[in-house]
């Protein structure tokens, strides 16, 4: 019998208990893995274990994709009407808000994100979206084609069927609802795996998409790690299609056993190096703020970050003197204290990968402005770090860091900046700072990026399109565009009066 994971929440943020289930949630039952193991989930501000959740394996995969497809062939897809999956939505919807403090607070503990970043950020960019895609589930809808008149021609965008999902550990929640939406608005079923790190609201998510009255096994989620669980659902034969967030390495990984398998559909979105581009007539208070929140936001651990900053030589001295008096005023620490704004890295080995690149930085001889080294004596706590003297050759300026450390790097015109903004295998965000609106859409236009923000940064929603052009992944999330991610398009030929 899988266990019950309790916790006595007692911070100035968030003050409750919590108690569910941890096993893995196949056909509407919470289950042991087929191995009787478990997965520790460790507290980065401390490195103690939270508590365990069952180890789902490649057999576990094996049942959920079998509930997946009865309820698509019975309670699902087609039998299900748009409406009908609409209402279940709004139902799931309206339990995320009235247990979003409580989201918000596993957030916080599993993967070290402050508070009051899950709340207004994370729960509520989640909640938003499923009530988006909610609005979508009786609005998916093929096109009449005009012929000939003896023929009538129509396309139906159809369900896929069982779709596997794999998701990251840096929004949890967030890029659950991102999964889960469309696909299921869609008419599809689902068997998604959570990261090993931060499982639990997606396991919480289980027991409210159970109390919304969803059929057993149009929801599955499967606890595991990505060499076992995460490989049996992008090589599964019965899956038809797959969508995963993470790196751009494990993605080459998802692509390759996809083609290898059954050619499933592929939707990644993987890593970046985003550039943020500060011209001389920007407004530098703005600047300063945003391009802090560009890269220090969920600790840098953002593929989205705005991890080398790009400030126009006339304006150079002042934004980083204030950028610098902007990042030591960051305080780090305790998730749950209200005044905290970056917690720990996720996990032991993501602190000591970014603290291996801050090391390599200092080897090749840049020059650390700020930070470099870790926070406090225990947790995965590290410092806002900035470098300087840097060159396009450095792995910190091209490899993504996942974490809080940029480089800032002088430039003199826009040939030049956008030249070295472009200089990336990756190509998933970009940011520019002008009063200039000319300026500022010219070189939205030109930057190789899925997403370009103006005068702001890391601004999502859930009815805009997201994702990366080069290495940053294929495909799009969120909007009506990630729809199209969902359907099968077939197209109807029906003979009206032509004779042979």
């Not at 989930?41 to 497809?69: C, F, H, M, R, Y």
């Not at 790690?225 to 969508?243: F, L, Q, R």
């Not at 945003?290 to 080398?308: D, E, K, L, M, P």
């Not at 790097?409 to 040939?415: A, G, R, S, V």
Request: proline share 4%; hydrophobic share 40%.
């Amino acid at each position: 019998m899988p266990s019950t994971f309790s916790h006595e929440f007692n911070a100035p943020a968030f003050k409750g208990k919590v108690s569910f289930n941890t096993g893995l949630f196949i056909n509407g039952q919470f289950l042991d893995g087929s191995d009787n193991t478990t997965i520790d989930v460790i507290n980065p501000t401390n490195g103690k274990v939270i508590t365990s959740v069952s180890e789902g394996t490649p057999k576990d995969v094996d049942l959920a994709v079998d509930a997946a497809q009865t309820a698509f062939d019975t309670t699902w897809g087609l039998h299900a009407s748009g409406a009908q999956r609409s209402i279940l939505m709004s139902k799931l919807v309206a339990l995320m808000e009235k247990h979003a403090d409580e989201l918000a607070a596993l957030e916080a503990l599993d993967n070290g994100k402050t508070f009051n970043w899950a709340r207004n950020m994370d729960v509520a960019g989640s909640i938003d979206c499923i009530r988006y895609y909610a609005g979508w589930a009786d609005k998916v809808t093929g096109q009449v084609q005009e012929t000939t008149e003896d023929k009538l021609t129509y396309s139906r965008h159809e369900p896929i069927g069982v779709v596997g999902q794999i998701i990251p550990w840096n929004f949890p929640l967030l890029m659950m609802t991102w999964k889960i939406g469309p696909a299921l608005a869609c008419g599809n079923t689902v068997v998604l795996k959570p990261s090993e790190f931060t499982p639990l609201t997606a396991i919480r998510m289980c027991h409210l998409i159970n109390e919304a009255g969803f059929p057993p096994g149009v929801v599955n989620v499967i606890t595991g790690y990505g060499n076992t669980a995460g490989n049996a659902i992008s090589s599964h034969m019965k899956i038809e299609k797959v969508a995963f967030t993470g790196s751009t390495l494990v993605g080459r990984k998802i692509m390759e056993a996809a083609a290898r398998s059954n050619l499933k559909n592929v939707t990644l979105e993987l890593g970046g190096k985003s550039p943020n581009i500060i011209f001389d007539d920007a407004d530098i208070e703005q600047a300063v703020n945003w391009a802090a929140f560009g890269i220090f936001f969920n600790h840098g651990q953002t593929c989205t970050a705005g991890s080398r900053i790009y400030v126009q030589e006339g304006v150079y001295d002042e934004f980083f003197k204030r950028f610098m008096e902007k990042a030591r005023s960051l305080k780090i620490g305790d998730p749950f204290a209200p005044d905290t704004f970056q917690g720990p890295q996720v996990s032991e080995i993501q602190f000591n990968r970014i603290m291996a690149y801050i090391e390599s930085g200092k080897a090749d001889g840049a020059k650390v402005e700020i930070g470099g080294e870790r926070h406090g004596s225990e947790g995965y706590f590290i410092k806002p770090t900035i470098f300087t003297n840097v060159n396009p050759s450095m792995k910190i300026v091209q490899e993504e860091i996942f974490g809080p450390v940029c480089v800032v790097i002088k430039f003199k015109d826009e040939e030049d900046v956008i030249k070295q903004a472009n200089n990336t295998v990756y190509g998933l965000a970009a940011a520019i700072f002008t009063q200039n609106l000319n300026r500022a859409i010219n070189t939205a236009h030109r930057l190789k990026a899925g997403t370009a923000w103006i005068n702001c940064f890391n601004s999502f929603n859930s009815n805009v399109p997201f994702g990366g052009f080069k290495q940053s992944g294929i495909g799009r999330e969120c909007g009506d565009y990630a729809l199209t991610n969902y359907t099968a398009v077939k197209a109807v030929h029906v003979n009206l009066s032509h004779r042979m």
